[in-house]
């Protein structure tokens, strides 16, 4: 059973920046497609930034140019770059994969999720 853990979040001022990672088991190249995704009080989760395996990239306009997401496979980590945080960004974040196993079919995973609060 694949498993996704982040870590990284923690209070950051408003202007300020953070790294979020998502340590994926038993290997991150399982996956073909890894994203994050935010749930802030009151709102439903939101897709924020999204990852091939093949390293293309996508962004909500809400982040872009402000967020970066990448991966590093030695360390099967997922990674959220964070800059210029604001308010709105706070929120607990999920990383979550795809795999697709031949016999099975498509799967999807969830990580816990890290809360990331903003001060302003």
């Known amino acids: 059973q694949a498993q996704l853990r982040e870590s990284g979040g923690g209070l950051v001022e408003a202007g300020g920046s953070l790294t979020l990672s998502c340590v994926a088991s038993p290997t991150i190249y399982i996956f073909h497609l890894m994203s994050w995704h935010r749930e802030a009080p009151g709102k439903r989760r939101e897709l924020v930034a999204s990852?091939?395996?093949?390293?293309?990239?996508n962004y909500t306009d809400s982040v872009k140019g402000r967020f970066t997401i990448s991966r590093d496979d030695a360390k099967n980590t997922l990674y959220l770059e964070m800059n210029n945080v604001k308010p709105e960004d706070a929120g607990v974040y999920y990383c979550?994969?795809?795999?697709?196993?031949?016999?099975?079919?498509?799967?999807?995973?969830w990580g816990q999720g890290t809360q990331v609060t903003v001060s302003s």
């Open positions: 990852l091939t395996s093949g390293e293309r990239a």
């Open positions: 979550n994969a795809d795999q697709y196993i031949l016999s099975l079919g498509p799967r999807n995973y």
